[in-house]
């Protein structure tokens, strides 16, 4: 008995410290987050997009990170690592078991230069379109010699990652908050469960679409499936103002302009009907899309009265290679 209670507590203290030493900054293959900008002064870009695309040996490359292209971080223990190429060798980034206060250099080329990070915060709370985020960190980056690049904030939370940081600009600080996130297998925002204790999501059949550019093809579709999901064991009600269930939209990332939607060119009855969700009830259809390279984002909510909370968006990306 002894023995099994030792190996249990073993156990445990593998566990702790593995989930500690990966809570702030996960890296999964393949994690993916969207960056919403809030304040970009004009600029054409209102969204940045930042994945985890390879893994050598101990290092994990992101296309972006932080607003940094084709960098490579490692972990030691505690610490974030970023490889700087151009001197080749890593530089201190985040040091995940820092007490408040506590600061140090940060060497990398690609962020203009010699600068200090510092831990400024624990346990902050952070609310960006993917969600409210509790217990964050929060850095702080000084980087004396310019007064209109670099970071500013930024805020890690645990089994996230960033989901929230600031640049400097000459005209302000420029926020870039998480939109919309994947990491590990958890979609970022999590469903929400409305007061009548039905909880929603959507999912698509994948997140690249790619059109072949010496084959023409008439349409390449994207499938997507929402989802209203009842656990609470008893029937609950959802009244829809017509023959309509739902309504799906495309929109374009960049500019916030609809492509497609799918009920332009379709007529309902004009019933009021009533449907008893008892477990789960999916909706599923086909979005066609255009061959041009575009972020977008897919947008679906029921066709419910007297109000619609039953929403839930997703991204997808169209490339024509």
Known sequence: MRQQILAALAVMALGTSAAQSTDYFPLNLNDERVYEVENAFGALQQHERTRLDRIAGRYAHFDRLLGLSNQWVHRAGQTILAWDGSVRRNSELFRLDAAVGDTWAVELSQAFGPARMTLAAKGESVTTPAGTFSDC????????????????????????????????????????????????????????????????????????????????????????????????????????????????????????????????????TMALRQVDVSGKLSFRDSIPLPARDADYEVRMHLTTTPTRPYRASAPIRVRVR
């Open 137 to 268: 960190m929060l850095f702080t980056y000084s980087a004396p010699q310019v007064a209109d690049a670099g970071w500013s904030r930024i805020w890690l939370a645990p089994g996230v990652g960033v989901v929230k940081y600031g640049q400097n600009s000459i005209m302000g600080e420029v926020v870039f908050a998480l939109r919309s996130a994947t990491i590990n297998g958890t979609v970022y925002p999590r469903p929400v469960v409305n007061q009548g204790g039905l909880s929603v999501s959507l999912r698509t059949d994948r997140y690249d679409y790619s059109f072949p550019h010496f084959a023409p093809v008439a349409n390449i579709y994207a499938t997507v499936e929402f989802t209203l999901d009842n656990q609470t064991g008893s029937p609950l009600p959802v009244t829809f103002s017509s023959g309509q269930s739902f309504e799906i939209e495309l929109v374009d990332s960049a500019t916030g302009a609809v492509a497609w939607r799918w009920s332009d060119g379709r007529f309902f």
